[in-house]
């Protein structure tokens, strides 16, 4: 039905500062690392950046090593027709099983595709749910 996988999201905590964007993302870059998903929030005075990537462990050490704060979550990504409904779809399932969904966050997977990731309180179940 829909390609479902389980992945590493990498939430890196920065300071909140004009600039930083760039700075987390030349920094990757750099290291040759290439982004799978991105949301970027600030609150209060910190910047939050959900990555995923294709090279969590290289992303993890270069952020780390200019001195942010990296934790890791595993996440559920589906990806999607681009279809109007489609989340619906996927946010009924996850309810329908008793799945809460702490954060979600979308992005384009090609003509026609879109990939959304799913943070939630059973990894393992919203897998199950969504395959």
Known sequence: MYKVEEATELHVITPNEPGILGRVLGTLANAGVNLTALCVYSQEDKGHFLLI????KRAEKCLRAIGYKVK???VVTVEIGDRIGAGAEIGALLGNA???V???YGTSA???RALLVFKTNNPRKALETLK
């Not at 990537?53 to 969590?56: E, F, G, V, Y």
């Open 53 to 56: 990537t294709a090279d969590n």
């Open 72 to 74: 890791t979550n595993k």
């Open 98 to 100: 008793v799945i809460d």
């Open 102 to 104: 702490e954060h979600c």
């Open 110 to 112: 090609g003509v026609g």
